[in-house]
């Protein structure tokens, strides 16, 4: 074998890949933060509602969840506009697969959590007089928030790495960023090991992060 | 403390409340006044429907039949007859007039001990989060946890969670304080604090009803005791009366019975 390993081709064109990474914690980040939406509402919409609703909402997660992310992304990218007559950017395109994907993840997440809230804590609330919004905003919801943070945390690692198939339809984030510079210079091997050093130190910093926020969220006075 | 006598205003009327679960009746047609400055201790075995009833007082449980009367007004149905549950809006303010302390604390855990009183003093109440504040210290104060204002209920012994349990429910300014067995999940050595604090309250005049297995402090601390069995009231009145050895009543009998051979 006479392959070398050569990086100086990886760094000469490395603004690619901190865009790309930059691009994928944004497409992280805003996917997430619509699927928090997603996940809180159809959560305290479902453990509240009647047979019909409950239905809806669980065949909306279960089609999410037995349907892999790359067939979503193309069906809504290239499928979608085919249908009804939208037009939107793939990187839109994306955002919004992945948000209704998490929240199809959130939903069970939060439900759960919600469940979880000791029946004790919401006597008390009803005991002082609370009404049933004001007991879902100050008891409920605080306390599930405690319960479900980890899953939460899990959940946007998770979705960051998923950034990657967003490559597919060409959002030049990280991963797109690696095939770019693979295609461009044949340097295969070494470009993708910094890529994954890349997703590796993210997923962990962002890891480290989370469970700061856990702890001060637990403790948070 | 205030006269037990039945002919005096109610300030809290059970009549003929029954409740079943399935096919288990748990409460058969309770009937029940308490007046205002009255503290009514309810003991009773196990399963024998002491702490529905209590929860019943506030409607954390609905009932099939009789009705609960706090200063006149029905508490979970509207007022009229028709037997219509209220809505969740007016159950919430029905329930602002009393408090309400439970076996295991139930504090809310993301809020410190004055969080915990301030909510209700805040969201129901309606005062302002000084004034809240203010509230709030005043009550630790009086439970002896002044300087426990800004921890947490997980940094908090059983003792300390349950008095602000206690504080938490009095600082509403409630009619009348339920207590559901305050004292049971707590370590013996533990169960004299807030049992004086009880005391104090009592000494101030509050009314309260409380379920409980201390019956030293039920003898000392009570103007009168229910005994319940099999979900109906099987005797009541003055503690002395009650817990007396001599009495006819079989079942009570040997419940005292149990009590004296580790208690007295």
């Known amino acids: ?221 | 403390m205030a006269t037990s006598s039945s002919d005096s205003p109610a300030l809290l009327d059970i009549a003929e409340v029954s409740k079943s679960f399935g096919s288990v009746e748990v409460l058969r047609s309770v009937s029940l006044k308490v007046a205002k400055g009255e503290v009514v201790t309810v003991i009773g075995p196990s399963g024998s429907g002491k702490t529905t009833l209590l929860r019943c007082v506030n409607f954390l449980e609905s009932y099939d039949s009789g009705s609960i009367r706090i200063d006149g007004r029905e508490v979970g149905f509207r007022d009229g007859g028709a037997r219509q549950r209220r809505s969740e809006h007016d159950l919430a303010a029905m329930r602002a007039e009393t408090g309400m302390v439970f076996q295991s604390f139930n504090l809310f855990p993301h809020l410190t001990a004055a969080g915990n009183i301030m909510l209700g003093l805040t969201k129901v109440r309606g005062k302002s989060k000084s004034e809240a504040r203010a509230i709030a210290e005043h009550w630790l104060g009086r439970v002896g946890l002044a300087h426990k204002a800004d921890s947490l209920p997980a940094e908090l012994s059983g003792g300390q969670q349950q008095r602000v349990g206690i504080a938490r429910a009095v600082a509403m300014e409630p009619k009348i304080l339920l207590l559901d067995e305050i004292t049971s999940a707590l370590d013996p050595e533990l169960v004299g604090e807030v049992l004086a604090v009880v005391r104090s309250l009592a000494e101030d005049g509050m009314t309260m009803v409380m379920v409980t297995h201390e019956m030293a402090f039920a003898r000392d601390a009570s103007s009168r005791i229910v005994f319940m069995a099999d979900g109906g009231v099987s005797a009541v009145g003055p503690p002395k009366e009650v817990l007396a050895a001599e009495t006819t009543n079989e079942r009570l009998r040997s419940f005292l019975a149990r009590f004296r051979a580790s208690q007295f």
Do not use: C
């Not at chain 1, 919600?114 to 002082?128: C, F, H, S, T, Y």
């Open chain 1, 1 to 221: 074998m006479g392959y070398t390993l050569n990086f100086n081709l990886i760094w000469r064109h490395f603004d690619k890949l901190w865009g790309g990474l930059l691009l994928s914690l944004e497409l992280a980040v805003i996917s997430i933060a619509i699927g928090i939406v997603i996940g809180l509402v159809l959560a305290v919409w479902y453990v509240s509602a009647g047979r019909v609703v409950r239905g809806v909402i669980a065949a909306y997660v279960e089609f999410i969840r037995n349907v892999p992310l790359i067939l979503l992304v193309y069906l809504v990218f290239y499928g979608l506009p085919t249908v009804i007559d939208v037009a939107y950017s793939a990187q839109t395109s994306f955002v919004a697969t992945l948000a209704l994907y998490s929240g199809a993840y959130l939903v069970e997440v939060f439900r759960s959590g919600l469940e979880a809230v000791p029946r004790g804590q919401i006597d008390a609330g009803k005991a002082i007089g609370l009404t049933p919004w004001q007991r879902l905003i100050h008891v409920r919801l605080p306390t599930m928030m405690r319960i479900t943070l980890p899953a939460l945390s899990n959940t946007f690692i998770s979705l960051f790495k998923d950034t990657s198939v967003a490559s597919v339809i060409s959002v030049p984030e990280l991963t797109y960023g690696a095939q770019w510079i693979n295609f461009n210079t044949f340097r295969i091997v070494e470009v993708y090991l910094v890529v994954t050093a890349m997703y590796l130190v993210t997923g962990y910093a962002l890891l480290f992060a989370l469970r700061l926020v856990e702890r001060w969220y637990r403790t948070a006075r």
